[in-house]
């Protein structure tokens, strides 16, 4: 099986409709969906939801994360067309459990990260997009454990809490001595 999750708010960021109406599509039984969080449009999701292979587990607790964090193989963030995401915490979050990431995002630093083998990115204004996407993604494990491998290289090099204490004891230091 392979493992699309999102975490997040369930509120006007995130476009979880065009997601969720996309998991309707897809009838692999290989191809599961764990949706992690709450907010305003809850119950509006997970109305539209027809597909079994998509879970709702509404908030969640450090422990669940870290338990969904390690089951997952992808990470989603599926933004509005009108967010103004350039580089969102989201993909961090993602990173930190080496999850390879699926986004909509397209420019910035995010769009260059993904590009470096670290996610694949959609186009939510093409109608099949995401689906093809997933349906691309799902076939091919080997590059979904290349991505991952590579997700994990680059925040343990950039972003472990040791790189971070270490430049900030550095940053410090330059005031103190």
């Not at 009838?27 to 027809?50: C, Q, T």
Request: net charge positive; charged share 30%; hydrophobic share 35%.
């Amino acid at each position: 099986d392979v493992i699309f999750w999102f975490l997040g708010s369930m509120g006007k960021t995130y476009d979880l409709k065009h997601l969720i109406e996309t998991t309707n599509e897809i009838k692999s039984k290989n191809i599961k969906f764990i949706i992690s969080g709450d907010g305003a449009s809850f119950d509006e999701i997970k109305k539209i939801s027809k597909n079994k292979n998509v879970i709702f587990t509404g908030w969640c607790d450090l422990k669940k994360i870290k338990y969904y964090g390690h089951i997952a193989d992808i990470g989603i963030m599926p933004y509005t067309n009108f967010s103004t995401q350039d580089l969102p915490n989201k993909i961090f979050d993602y990173f930190s459990f080496s999850l390879p990431v699926l986004t909509n995002i397209n420019k910035g630093d995010c769009l260059k990260i993904i590009k470096e083998d670290k996610g694949w990115i959609y186009d939510s204004k093409k109608k099949d997009s995401l689906k093809d996407k997933i349906l691309e993604i799902s076939r091919n494990k080997a590059k979904i454990s290349y991505f991952s491998k590579n997700t994990k290289y680059y925040f343990d090099k950039n972003f472990s809490s040791l790189i971070i204490y270490s430049k900030f004891l550095n940053y410090l230091n330059k005031f103190i001595y």
